[in-house]
Structures are given as structure tokens and as C-alpha cells.
């Protein structure tokens, strides 16, 4: 009498051993559908199940890692398909992005085939381990990366994301990691078997659903009560300007038309009612150069440092220059009695060089002096050229013309500027989205902690592209995070106010000019991810680096296969 065996198409997940390329696309395509513009965020919780199945198959292992690859240019290139939009050359930057970030995954494959087959781990620990930690470690490495971590498809899953003040958004990630990969575990062995006396449970396929659903349930409980216990105080006023101006304008000759525009939003902002006790311009909104010079330039030195800026401009003019916007910018506090946090390009006259930062300066009425913030992160290509004096070919990824090279100075200080009884901490650009940046501010308090985030970007460069969603999906996580509200203004969009719970409260649209005006609800609660930092991140990249040597001496260990047809190996 003769068995009757399963083909692999009756096998689960027979489907996909038959084509396992479509396995890694599969989940490229569905991942990208959990984040802006179509924001299907309950997908996030699958999308990976056929990436994950992959890490299970104990054959078929170079197919498999060309399907993660693939799987991984799936995603990364409709996700950052905004960078594009940059300049009319900019597809080349965004073909090397997208390349590049697509190679995690099939590290992580072969970090996961790794645990799985050479250490025994099981899939539900070792997958959401090595995940978060390659996504912590995407953050960091070149100049990081922090963005589409799986956490943030689910930034509007308000009781879900309070977790961010322990862990961070990767803490999300993890469980979102984890519940596709107890999917994968009961797709391979499902939960119920048949016997004579009727179906009966796989005790360690309860226990998996048991410790997903569990940890699941505990985060959403906690943030419950977070939120039900959360109790705002008021705090500023503050009126955020959104310019709509598209990059062309910003980096043309325009800048008159762009310095009425900012005069009629600040005159609008000013009039309100309640009035603002202070008005927030975009990144680099004022069109022209704000000058700082120290006393102790020698005038030799201020001359050739004039010269480098400003060509044949003599000293004298290059000063009076510094006069008439000193003027302009303290003129507008003055005329309105609004202090106002200014974006701008700033040019400091030391006594041995020339900085130029990318900077927010306050100005407040009647007072002489400015407090400035210079970014200290700057983006590569838009800011700065990296490795440019051996490699000057790299200024063909810049979106910039032949006659511009970016050369910004990074800032060395974490400043938070002091404004009556608050405390901002200001984020330029894309400072928002890292969290290791603007965690700085509150690590580094000379004092108390900042009480406000503040964030003041352009966005022009994205042509009202998905990217400004995605931008401030991703700054939610850092109000969370550190408990204090955030504010964005915004070029092209979206202003926003975001409150300690992540609860975006009032924003504006993109491609639109305005003014919002928000009551800034102050958050007195302390955060542990303020205190440890990125703890959960930097343990499950320990742990993911830690596979390779115990994943080679097992290999070492183990006795050589007999050359026999049926002994070949399996696994990873």
C-alpha cells in the first residue's frame, strides 16, 4: 500500500515555492502601498509575509536573495520616486538611492536564513530583531536614512505609536515585524492539525499567536492610557507662515517678489486675532544673506573673505549690505511687536574663515540682539558635496546648475533658543526626521529642556509630491517621542501643529499660501526615550551583527556533507 505525498503546490505556501520571485515583489509593492499617498496602513501588518516565507525555504537560496533584492527595489523605488522631482538631472540620485536602500533586504534574508537555520532561532524572534535593527542601523550609516521604517505607515494609530516615548518609532516596527512573521509561522504550520478524535492545537503555534497578540494588545493598552492621562497646559501663540513657492523661484532671481510675499503673510500673521506672541517663517525664506561678523576679523582676513563671497563687492558695501538687513529683519519685529523666528542663509566672518550655515535666527522687538540655531545635520548633494575634493564627479548628483557648488558649514551645537519662559528646539529641513538629531537638544540642555519642537522646512523641491506627507508623517514620531508639541512651517506645505500625543491638530494644505495660527499645547510629561535613547535599536543591531560569527563557527562545527546526491546542504 502507497502514501499519496503532497506536491509542493499543496504544501502551504506551495503557491510561492513554485515562483519565488514574486515572493520579494509581492511584499515591495504591498510594504509601498502602507505609506503615503495611498496610506493603507493595515497592509504593513502582511505586506512582509512573502519576504519573510523566503527566509524559511530551506532550498532555492540565490533565487531567494534575488527576490528580496528585487523586492526591495519594489519598494524603494515608487517610495522615493520624489526625488526625482528635484531637478530635471535628479534621476540618477534617485536610481542610486532607490539601488542602494533596496540591499537591506536581502541582508536581512540572510541575516534571518542565518538565525533560522544555522542557530535554530525561531522566525518570530529573529525576524523583527534583525529588521529593526537594520532599520537603526539605515539611520545611521553614510548619513543616515531614517525614513519608511515600517513604524511609520502607522502614525495616525494614535494609541499604537505611544510606545515611540520608550522605544521609538522602531519599537512600532517590532511589532509590526513581528506580526508578519507569526503569519509566516502559521502559514507554514497552521494552528490546527487533524487527528481520528477531531483538529487540535499546536501548542507552540498558540503560544506565537499568543505572544504577538499579547504584545500587541499591551502597547495599544498602554498608549490608551497615555492619551486618557495626558493633560496639556497652554502655552505660546504662534502663527506659522506657509509660502508657496516652487524651487525655481527660491534659487531664480526673484528675490523681491519672494520678500513681498513673506511681508504680506507676517502682516496678515501680526493682525490676527489672538495675537501671536510669535511668527514662524519657512527654511531659508528670507531671500537674502544675514551677515555676522566677530569683532576680531583682522581686515585682511574680512577682505579675503569678502572676495570668496561676493567677488569684487568691497568690504564697505559687503558691510553695508549687513546694515540694511539687520534693518529689514529687526524693522519687521519692531513694526509688528511680534518676535519671529527667521529661516535664512547665514554668513558668519570669523577671524581664521567664512561659515555659511543654514540657520533659524529670532528676532524680537526692540532688542538688539538675535539668537541663532545653525543646522548641524546637513542633507548630502542639497547642502554639501561628501568626499568632493577626491571625487568631484559627485557633483553631478547635486540638482543644482554648473555654476553652484553647495558648500554649507555643519553647525556644531545643538542650540535651543530661549523665548520668554519657553525653550524651542529648532529642526531645519529634514533635521525632524532623525531622531538621534533632535535628541540632542533635550541630551545636551544647558537647563531645561526645550518645551517646543520646532521645524521649519522647504519643501518646494517635491512639487506637492507624497514626500511632504511622508515628511510629516515621520516628525509625528519625534513629538511622541520626547512628549513636547511640534510645529512645522512649511514651504508649499504642510504646516501643521502636532501635540505630545502625536495627534496632528490643525494643519494646512499643500500648494497654498497661508497663515496658521495655533495655541501650542504644552506637555509636561518626561519620556524614557528622551533619558536612554534609542536603546531598542541599537540592542537588536548588536544582536543582528552577533549572527555572523555564531552563524560561522556553527558552520565550522559542523561535520562536511557526504558527497552523496542526497546530502546536500540546506539553509542558508
Given amino acids: 500500500m502507497t502514501s499519496q505525498q503532497d506536491t509542493p503546490r499543496d504544501r502551504p505556501g506551495g503557491r510561492l515555492a513554485s515562483h519565488p520571485l514574486a515572493a520579494g515583489l509581492l511584499s515591495g509593492l504591498i510594504l509601498w502601498t502602507a505609506f503615503p499617498p495611498l496610506e493603507w496602513s493595515w497592509l504593513a501588518w502582511v505586506a512582509l509575509v512573502p519576504l519573510f516565507w523566503l527566509a524559511v525555504q530551506p532550498r532555492g537560496r540565490k533565487l531567494f536573495y534575488l527576490s528580496a533584492w528585487l ?118 504550520l497552521p494552528l490546527l492539525y487533524a487527528t481520528p478524535r477531531g483538529p487540535r492545537l499546536r ?54 517678489l519672494i520678500r513681498e510675499s513673506i511681508g504680506r503673510l507676517v502682516e496678515k500673521a501680526a493682525a490676527g486675532t ?15 544673506r544675514f551677515i ?39 524693522g519687521l519685529a519692531d513694526a509688528t511687536g511680534v518676535a519671529m523666528l527667521v529661516g535664512t542663509t547665514a554668513h558668519e566672518h570669523t577671524p581664521t574663515r567664512m561659515n555659511k550655515y543654514n540657520s533659524a535666527i529670532l528676532f524680537e522687538p526692540h532688542a538688539a540682539s538675535v539668537h541663532a540655531y545653525h543646522k548641524i545635520h546637513l542633507v548630502p548633494f542639497g547642502e554639501y558635496i561628501p568626499f568632493f575634493q577626491s571625487m568631484p564627479w559627485l557633483r553631478a548628483l547635486t540638482p543644482y546648475g554648473d555654476d553652484y557648488i553647495p558648500t554649507l558649514t555643519f553647525g556644531q551645537d545643538a542650540t535651543i533658543i530661549p523665548f520668554g519662559p519657553y525653550r524651542l528646539a529648532v529642526g531645519i529641513c529634514f533635521e525632524d526626521t532623525v531622531p538621534h538629531v533632535i535628541r540632542r537638544f533635550f541630551a545636551e540642555a544647558n537647563g531645561p529642556e526645550p518645551d517646543v519642537l520646532v521645524n521649519m522646512s522647504n519643501d518646494g523641491w517635491f512639487h506637492e509630491s507624497e514626500e511632504l506627507d511622508m515628511h510629516l508623517a515621520v516628525s509625528v514620531f519625534r513629538a511622541v517621542e520626547h512628549r513636547v508639541p511640534l510645529v512645522r512651517a512649511v514651504n508649499t506645505g504642510i504646516s501643521a501643529l502636532v501635540d505630545g500625543n502625536g495627534r496632528i491638530r490643525e494643519s494646512l494644505g499643500r500648494g497654498i499660501e497661508g497663515v496658521l495660527s495655533v495655541a501650542v499645547p504644552l506637555d509636561d510629561r518626561s519620556s524614557a526615550f528622551t533619558a536612554l535613547g534609542d536603546w531598542l535599536g541599537l540592542s537588536c543591531l548588536a544582536v543582528a551583527i552577533g549572527l555572523v560569527p555564531m552563524g560561522l563557527m556553527k558552520r565550522l562545527r559542523q561535520p562536511r556533507p557526504s558527497s552523496s546526491p542526497d546530502s546536500r546542504p540546506t539553509g542558508a
Fill in 71 to 188: 523586492g526591495g527595489l519594489a519598494f524603494w523605488l515608487p517610495a522615493v520616486q520624489w526625488l526625482r522631482l528635484t531637478d530635471d538631472t535628479a534621476w540618477l540620485a534617485w536610481l542610486a538611492m532607490a539601488t542602494f536602500l533596496s540591499l537591506w533586504w536581502p541582508t536581512f534574508l540572510g541575516l534571518c536564513r542565518v538565525a533560522v537555520f544555522r542557530l535554530r532561532v525561531p522566525l518570530m524572534m529573529a525576524a523583527p530583531i534583525i529588521w529593526v535593527g537594520l532599520e537603526y542601523f539605515r539611520a545611521h550609516v553614510l548619513t543616515g536614512f531614517p525614513w519608511y521604517y515600517l513604524g511609520h505607515s502607522q502614525y495616525r494609530f494614535l494609541p499604537l505609536i505611544q510606545i515611540a516615548d520608550t522605544t521609538s518609532a522602531l519599537g512600532v516596527s517590532f511589532l509590526v515585524a513581528l506580526v508578519n512573521a507569526c503569519v509566516v509561522d502559521l502559514i507554514t
Fill in 203 to 256: 501548542p507552540r503555534q498558540a503560544v506565537g499567536i499568543a505572544i504577538a497578540g499579547g504584545l500587541v494588545l499591551a502597547a495599544v493598552g498602554y498608549g490608551s492610557v497615555r492619551i486618557a492621562s495626558s493633560s496639556f497646559r497652554d502655552g505660546p501663540r504662534v502663527a506659522l507662515l506657509q509660502t508657496n513657492f516652487e524651487q525655481r523661484y527660491k534659487m531664480g532671481a526673484e528675490p523681491e
Fill in 274 to 288: 489672538p495675537r501671536p506672541d510669535l511668527i514662524v517663517w519657512p527654511e531659508t525664506a528670507y531671500p537674502y
Fill in 292 to 330: 555676522m561678523v566677530d569683532p576680531a576679523v583682522p581686515a585682511d582676513e574680512m577682505k579675503r573673505q569678502v572676495a570668496a563671497v561676493a567677488g569684487a563687492r568691497s568690504v564697505e558695501s559687503w558691510l553695508d549690505f549687513r546694515r540694511w538687513n539687520d534693518e529689514v529683519l529687526h
